[in-house]
């Protein structure tokens, strides 16, 4: 009877366990937004488990003479490199020779030794992000540094007895009461942006043409219309239309972010 309940027991695990984070990944890499080229500086955030996001880590790619460089720590690092398909290899790696701390040393050896170690790559964050594996263990995890500069959100709610149009970018605020009339300016704080930018970057902007609105009142003028759209990269993205106060779970962050900034415009 044992026996049984322990043979019962791993199948039932095996069986009923989600996937793992390696293997979600790895299912992801079959989606075709995602860019699989390895090419531009990633800032170092996780390596073998450790959050080393505050020590600028860095790792740049250059997919035409399939060379890479990056800061490891202490020093400069230098390797050639060659993907086929998600394997990965590494050359043999030379640095410069600073003299550096202790924890600075330690850490970079261990950043070294990850990267000789490293034999497959998977893409995450529509190619923004990347992770390195060994036999299917997380090795390093890696995210592009991405320009917001020319990024613009506009958000819009119209009913029967009211209008009102937010435009931030990373210069200004910009808050609109009335169609025709003028709109009122403020200048968009550092913390304000940041916070905008950080609710903004889980979000996968080609999908939110299709997001489902929780509640449709803004058809009988139960609730206002409202509208998101992002403006980045000469692109623009837009929801379908939802009710003011009730967006999609994938926006709220950001819309509440958004609404709260314009709180403050007088």
């Known amino acids: 009877m044992k026996y049984f309940l322990m043979v019962f027991s791993i199948i039932v695990l095996r069986c009923c366990w ?20 390895l090419d531009g500086t990633y800032k170092i955030n996780i390596l073998n488990g450790e959050d080393v996001s505050s020590n600028k880590l860095t790792i740049t790619f250059n997919d035409s003479t399939k060379q890479v460089s990056g800061f490891s720590g202490c020093n400069r690092f230098f390797v050639s490199y060659t993907l086929n398909n998600l394997s990965l290899k590494f050359g043999e790696l030379s640095t410069t020779k600073m003299l550096c701390g ?57 009913s029967m007895g009211g209008y009102m149009q937010i435009v931030i970018n990373k210069e200004i605020v910009s808050k609109l009461l009335k169609r025709g009339s003028k709109p009122i300016i403020k200048v968009c704080k550092e913390e304000d942006w940041n916070n905008i930018i950080k609710a903004l970057k889980p979000i996968d902007v080609n999908t939110i043409s299709s997001l489902e609105a929780p509640s449709k ?13 992002i403006y980045f990269k000469n692109t623009i993205y837009e929801t379908p239309p939802f009710d003011h106060g009730n967006p999609n779970k994938d926006i709220a962050e950001l819309v509440k972010e958004i609404l709260s900034i314009s709180e403050n415009i007088e």
């Open 217 to 229: 009142a803004f058809q009988y003028d139960g609730a206002g219309m409202a509208h998101l759209k």
């Open 18 to 37: 989600g996937p793992t984070d390696y293997q979600l990944i790895q299912m992801q890499q079959n989606d075709d937004t995602i860019l699989k080229v």
């Open 102 to 158: 202790e924890d600075a040393n330690k850490l970079e050896n261990i950043l070294l030794k990850a990267i000789g170690k490293a034999n497959l790559v998977l893409f995450t964050e529509n190619g923004f992000g990347l992770s390195f594996y060994n036999k299917k263990k997380l090795i390093l995890s890696a995210s592009k540094e991405v320009s917001y500069d020319s990024l613009k959100i506009e958000y819009s709610s119209i």
